[in-house]
């Protein structure tokens, strides 16, 4: 399995509900017409900011993480050259241009190491 994380923060001056219902509305439709057949999942985690150590809300520096599972490599990399076709750049990008400050965006290719976490059992091994 292969997770692809983009981080993503919305344009100045559009308000949360509004960034969030056009993404959901418009934006992710244009993601699920490239990512179909490709894409395993495609998951959009909305960031809501907690009170820091002084107690403030503080704007946070990203407003939404974008996971999108493949299967294999291949299958990601099959992918990422057709979102590099010029028709489906443009598009994206253009639709991008409504919702996102570009300069923000990044991505990472991700790793996954999991804790067992069941209840009363450790991980750690005697003697350690």
Known sequence: MIKVITTLKKKAGLSTEDFRAYYETHHRLIGEKYLAGYATRYVRRYLEPMAGADGKLHEPEYDVLLELWFPDKATWQACAAGLS??????????DEEHLFDRSRKRSYLVEEIESNMVAGESTEQPGQ
């Open 85 to 94: 076709e010029p028709a489906a750049a443009e598009e994206i990008a253009r």
